[in-house]
């Protein structure tokens, strides 16, 4: 009996009929020479550029996520990062790097969770690279454009007085991560909406459309996102802006569903918020309202008066209330 | 006694250490944020880019290589994709998957090689991602800018008539990896010019800064580099411009270079002529005079009328001197 063209591996069809496999699952135009040629927008628009590896069994694992699931998490991660400049995504570049036996279906599977996840954005997968490895390993670059003349959102914007606000969940992918390695499997994990919900978040985060465009044209002053856990991310930007940022704990306090989960787990859900990261939340500031979509979670402060030669002599730059957060860690990748 | 720096691995210094090394190594002030913002190079300037991914024990050894070699290798491979769409590299991204016992200086000799072959073409390295593996995997993406309305330098665009031309040596990474087989450690390669030359090639391949650029400008017809093998290269091209393209042997015969390395090996050189990748030798075609730097390797011709049901019932779209060559194969990345 013939072997169904759905289990053969990367193996059985080679490089050629890898990459074919790819474009075919996500198709475009601007594929398939040395390199991808991007029309410029407008006058002046610049461009921007972040990419993320993602590691089998460290940042995603294909026994409880679907090959779509990882491609939308990839393409998530890079967005959030594009987003985060305030810049929109125009173009994915996938390198993989997979063990001979990986099925093809997987592959495809991934190019097709990368080229649905870009779609409603107008972005496309536009080129890549495949090489045998023995590990599964995803590195996404994702482009951007900024358009207009205005600066970019950078991470080190915030100013004393300005307004922290943040456009999406928090601490819900660490929720989902909890579930899955409680559970063991994920269709071990209880037929309850809300947990199946969070479970979902953690393999397949989503980000509004638009969200980080919409901060830069309204006057947000900085912004980044919620990629390592909430304290670890806002230090960065608070030590890279100068400013102490104290949030709200009203504000970002464990949700309904966290709640929940935490209830079955029997956990402390605050520890997913603090630090639990992958949830891309957009994070940032401003001097204005919140735009659409964006809640207040705090405000940035003016850093007190220390020793100048003890750099700026603040251990912490990340309060909530006023106080030392209970959890300040996060994800680290090394 | 204190661990020498030098000596720590990046278990040792995490992640931010890690990366504080790597922006050492190869710093730009472009990096450091969520993504880089690469400033338009003119009105209507259009981006370019392409990725790459070398695997330690696959495209690269560290006993044979320093990993400031390996730097330039994955910089010349991707700005040979860059010039090759007669674009100039403007940015680099480097995603990197390192097992934990690396040491830093590793980490950082890749950074400064990448840097440092990025330099001569005014390119930095605009940003990355670093994560632990089982392998010591490189993503490099490569970006740049397509100046002025004329199109970009495809692979499609060779016609019948059309002169083949190439700037560039053609075997010698081949050759170089021969040696480096053959005597089992690069030290153990005899202390012969000739010899270190052709395995310094294969480490550490370069590309002479705007080669592309002036093809482009001068009319060149199609372009494409040689990095899986001459004859499988300018298939993919004679294929998707969909013309037969035959090589002059008297042009494209082994130099003296490869002829020594050749008698030392007791092999036959034209194996690496035909068969061998990773010079990233430019090779194109053009209706006009070869510009600087390039030399005539053949000429583009018509396909034979054939049965349209068969495709273009071509089975061989590469001859020398008008036959079919005695190596069609090529390197292969799975």
């Known amino acids: 009996m013939a072997v ?22 996500a198709p475009s135009a601007l594929n398939g020479d040395d390199a991808a040629v991007l029309a410029a927008a407008a006058p002046n628009a610049r461009q921007v550029c972040t990419t993320d590896i993602l590691v089998e069994g ?24 594009i987003q985060a400049m305030g810049a929109r995504p125009t173009a994915v570049l996938m390198s993989l790097a997979v063990p001979g036996e990986t099925p093809v279906d997987v592959v495809r599977g991934i190019a097709r969770g990368i080229g649905t996840a870009a779609s409603p954005w107008a972005a496309e997968l536009v080129g890549g690279d495949v090489v045998r490895s023995t590990q599964l390993i995803i590195s996404l670059t994702a482009l951007g454009v900024l358009a207009g003349p205005d600066p970019a959102l950078t991470i080190d914007g915030a100013a004393p007085g300005h307004t922290v606000i943040a456009s999406g969940p928090l601490g819900h992918s660490a929720a989902g991560l909890a579930l899955l390695r409680h559970f063991g499997r994920r269709d071990r994990v209880p037929d309850d909406e809300i947990l199946q919900r969070l479970v979902q978040w953690h393999c397949a985060p989503t980000l509004t459309v638009g969200r980080g465009s919409v901060a830069r044209a309204t006057g947000a002053s900085s912004m980044t996102d919620n990629s390592d856990g909430l304290i670890r991310d806002v230090t ?18 464990p949700d309904a569903d966290l709640r929940h989960a935490a209830e079955v787990l029997d956990v402390d859900p605050w520890t997913w918020v603090l630090g639990g990261g992958e949830d891309h939340t957009l994070i940032g500031t401003t001097a204005f309202q919140p735009s659409a979509g964006y809640r207040t979670i705090g405000r940035a402060l003016r850093v007190p008066d220390t020793d100048p030669n003890v750099d700026d002599g603040v251990e912490q730059h990340v309060l909530v209330d006023g106080a030392v957060p209970a959890v300040t860690t996060g994800w680290s990748s090394l």
């Open 4 to 25: 169904p063209p759905q289990a053969r591996t990367v193996s059985d069809v080679g490089e050629a009929g890898t990459i074919a496999a790819i474009r075919a699952a």
């Open 58 to 81: 460290q940042h995603f694992s294909l026994d409880w996520s679907t090959p779509g699931e990882v491609g939308t998490k990839a393409v998530t991660q890079n967005f959030a990062d």
């Open 236 to 253: 960065t930007l608070a030590e890279r802006s100068g400013v102490i940022i104290d949030l709200d704990s009203a504000a970002i306090e």
